[in-house]
């Protein structure tokens, strides 16, 4: 396109014309260096055995073999060759600073029974076309999915409608709700929607994904043996599949945390000790309301006894000569007369 020797136009006005730098026309490639080829061949085998591995893990990978690579020049070469590590790129977690957080209420609190508490979270699904969003509700005692929703946005809706979800096929309302710090959990409209039900608030810390680790270990389950094993390419098949696989989760599957009982059977027996806990608090107030009664009692005995007291120390001072007996009585005449 740039001609070195045009009769009418420089180099410069060519240059200038065609937005492009000298600099650029005088350029020679240098040609690959035989260390280089090496590298690029073994990121090229690295990425098909480990798609995954980002540059520090390649680092270490060139260690092992006892070369010193720096993770920078991995990266280079990487993004020459048009390589990227595949990874979890959508960020469901997006904190909204003007909203706000609440704290974490889990950390001193024994859970002993079902709908105690309750946690949810958001994760994404891959598409062939994109990606879906999933929200699930979790009983935390027993882990039993109580209500799940899938949508193609990632709106306050979602959550809600897992939430009311949640509410209708339990037939209760828990103690404590736990989530993360996204911004569709501290939403005015999430927010009202606990509270105007009585039920206490609890947020993740900040990164601490332990705080909510039992959902967090549910979507592993559920990726691994549904979601990537099938590889849903509708949604209405992606809803079928997770109908299918969230009840045998719920009914069939054993659990190892569970002593290889079903989240229904665990939550079954944590609605029986809700049962007895109630029943043994009502029974400890209905004692303690009796309990003053029963105080009154000892009271109303002393009372009685120091009247009595009295009555007999006034008598004594009324008849100051004690008593005698008959015979005393015989005796005492006698010595008179």
């Not at 904190?95 to 859970?111: C, G, T």
């Not at 979270?121 to 109580?146: A, E, Q």
């Not at 008849?319 to 005698?324: A, G, R, T, V």
Request: with cysteine; proline share 5%.
């Amino acid at each position: 396109m740039l001609e070195k020797n045009h009769p009418h136009f420089s180099l410069r006005k060519q240059c200038k014309l065609l937005s492009v730098s000298r600099s650029t026309f005088h350029y020679k490639p240098v040609e690959r260096s035989q260390k280089d080829r090496e590298h690029m061949k073994f990121l090229k085998n690295t990425y098909l055995k480990d798609p995954s591995a980002g540059s520090r893990r390649i680092a270490s990978l060139f260690e092992r073999q006892g070369e010193s690579v720096n993770r920078k020049r991995v990266q280079r070469l990487r993004r020459e060759m048009g390589i990227r590590t595949i990874y979890c790129q959508p960020h469901t977690s997006i904190p909204n600073k003007a909203h706000q957080k609440y704290p974490y209420l889990l950390s001193k609190v024994m859970i002993t029974r079902s709908n105690q508490v309750w946690c949810t979270d958001i994760t994404y699904v891959p598409m062939p076309r994109g990606h879906v969003y999933l929200c699930c509700i979790l009983d935390w005692y027993s882990r039993k999915v109580l209500s799940w929703e899938v949508s193609n946005t990632m709106d306050g809706s979602l959550c809600q409608k897992a939430l009311l979800g949640a509410i209708k096929q339990s037939n209760t309302l828990p103690e404590i709700f736990n989530t993360d710090q996204g911004s569709q959990f501290t939403s005015t409209e999430w927010i009202s929607e606990l509270s105007k039900r009585g039920i206490a608030i609890s947020m993740d810390g900040k990164g601490r994904w332990r705080d909510n680790i039992y959902i967090e270990r549910f979507w592993r389950s559920i990726k691994y043996e549904c979601i990537f094993l099938k590889e849903y390419s509708t949604l209405p098949s992606l809803e079928n599949g997770l109908k299918t696989w969230i009840k045998q989760y719920n009914m069939w599957r054993p659990h190892q945390g569970l002593g290889n009982k079903t989240p229904q059977q665990f939550y079954q027996e944590g609605l029986h000790k809700k049962e007895l806990q109630e029943q043994s608090t009502a029974l400890t107030s209905s004692t303690e309301a009796r309990a003053p009664k029963v105080l009154d009692a000892p009271l109303q005995v002393l009372e009685a006894s120091s009247l009595r007291s009295e009555k007999l120390s006034n008598l004594r001072v009324a008849h100051p000569k004690p008593c005698l007996t008959t015979r005393a009585t015989s005796s005492y005449i006698a010595s008179q007369h």
